[in-house]
């Protein structure tokens, strides 16, 4: 049996996740607020930026971050194959930058997590095996069941950005969409001496 690193993005990504919250969890190191982004407008210092990206890393504990990977880890895959390791990191970065700069925008809130990926990446699976031309119904459903209950949440006291998982199953459409017919991607991988891959 051969060790397969079968999407580089998506488990790359995984594991700075979870290193990220080990550290916060069991070293002195208060990494948190590097993956945290906050409401305050600071073009000027280039940490801001940073954080506009790499919110979508940070965690608040163990049940967040597994809760976000967990469908992830299913979906991401599968995504990575279809439309190239390349494309899907890009995907995911201007998921995080629209995310990240909306909410210091219009809330007075601090943002950290993956959902708004998660909701990008299940609206954009809906569109897998999508014609040119055509509007898959497991895209009008997936809008329907999954939006509508995060719009239903959005009225709702809690601690849950409905408004992340909002605006990252908005953009997961819109790149539905966008990429309908277009070629598949190329997926980095290479094979080792061993015979697992690794990204290149």
Known sequence: MKLDYNSPVI??????STVVLCLQLYTPFQVMPLFTVYPVFEPLNIVWYFRLFSHVI????????????????LVGPILEEKYGSA???VLLAITAGVTGMMQVLFFQSALMGASGEVFMLILLASFSNARSGHIPLTFILILVLYLGKEVLGAFQADDISQFAHI???IMGAVFGFTLMGKKPGKTLTKTTPLGSKIPM
């Open 87 to 89: 494309r899907l990191l």
């Open 167 to 169: 605006v990252g199953g």
């Open 11 to 16: 488990l790359t990504y995984s594991l700075i």
């Open 58 to 73: 940070g965690h608040a504990g163990w049940e967040h971050l597994v809760g976000n990977f967990g469908l992830i880890l």
